[in-house]
């Protein structure tokens, strides 16, 4: 907390956007602790720091889409459905948000010089992200050795998003909270706009087609921790409030992402090079259709 508060009061941001979390579900069973101090005690610090400060400054704190109590909801979680979390990760992060609310109504909500909102976002995909137990990191590391990647659930759904999506969200509901002090302390959620729900196996068949000599198989022992099933955001609030959308759709969402990784591994690409190239590539089709 010390550190953190001397760095933000040197720097004196305009903005601040907190991602900083322990984001794997099954690391959270094995580092429980790490967990909870990461997600909860990493954001009541960012809190905590923001009680003193005197700047105008605006706050985006990202949660998850795994915030909610999971109840398998087909028709998508929308902002004011009940939170809750039975793994650490969620549990952490239901936590997080019932911290970000304590500290918004009981320091923050009267400040004039802080406009602080929260993002909730699905499961985001795209180059750069190489954590364990992750479907498309877990894929391409095998797949770049020619061998299987392991499948734990391939009936499970998701809210799949580029990741260029979430950041754009992120960004474009920042611009709008600076402005708009009617969304102070707002949540919203940011998730894909398709009404179909995407399974990982019809995933895993669209990288099929983008991607040479592709292999999985599905494990007869899995490992043993609890995992959503179904899980599907309500991004209506987002669409009227802040009149935001996603762009891509499933299958461009799924090929811009394999081609982050196979440039990577087999074509030499430098990361920074692949991703500017896509950043112009999502601009240029955002320009297209909004």
């Known amino acids: 907390f010390e550190n953190l508060k001397i760095v933000i009061n040197k720097f004196q941001p305009d903005f601040i956007f907190h991602l900083a979390a322990q984001s794997l579900v ?32 605006t706050v985006v704190i990202i949660t998850s889409d795994k915030s909610y109590k999971n109840v398998e909801k087909k028709s998508g979680y929308k902002e004011t459905d009940l939170l809750g979390g039975e793994d650490p990760y969620s549990a952490s992060k ?26 909730r976002a699905g499961n985001v995909i795209g180059g750069g992200d190489w954590s364990k137990d992750r479907l498309i990191p877990d894929c391409v590391r095998s797949w770049s050795k020619k061998k299987k ?3 734990r659930n391939p009936n499970s759904t998701r809210p799949w998003q580029h990741v260029l999506e979430a950041v754009w969200g992120y960004i474009f509901f920042a611009s ?37 000599d592709v292999y999985y198989y599905y494990p007869k ?6 995992e959503s099933k179904l ?45 500017i190239d896509q950043i112009k590539h999502f601009e240029k089709i955002f320009n297209q259709r909004n």
């Open 26 to 57: 099954g690391t959270s069973y094995d580092k429980p602790l790490v967990t909870w101090n990461s997600n909860l005690i990493g954001t009541v610090n960012i809190l905590e720091t923001l009680k003193e400060f005197k700047k105008r400054i």
């Open 94 to 119: 239901s936590a997080a948000e019932i911290a970000i609310n304590s500290y918004f109504n009981s320091f923050l909500k009267n400040r004039k010089n802080i406009n602080l909102g929260i993002a």
């Open 149 to 151: 990647a392991e499948i």
């Open 176 to 212: 709008k909270l600076k402005s708009n002090n009617n969304l102070n302390g707002e949540a919203f959620n940011f998730g894909p706009k398709s009404k179909k729900n995407y399974k990982v196996s019809e995933l895993l068949n669209i990288m099929r087609s983008y991607w040479s």
């Open 221 to 226: 022992k899995r490992k043993k921790f609890n």
């Open 231 to 275: 899980l599907k955001l309500n991004c209506f609030k987002a669409k009227m409030l802040l009149k935001w959308e996603s762009v891509l759709n499933f299958d461009e969402t799924a090929k811009l992402t394999a081609d982050w990784y196979y440039s990577f591994y087999f074509k030499n690409k430098k990361t920074r090079d692949i991703s």
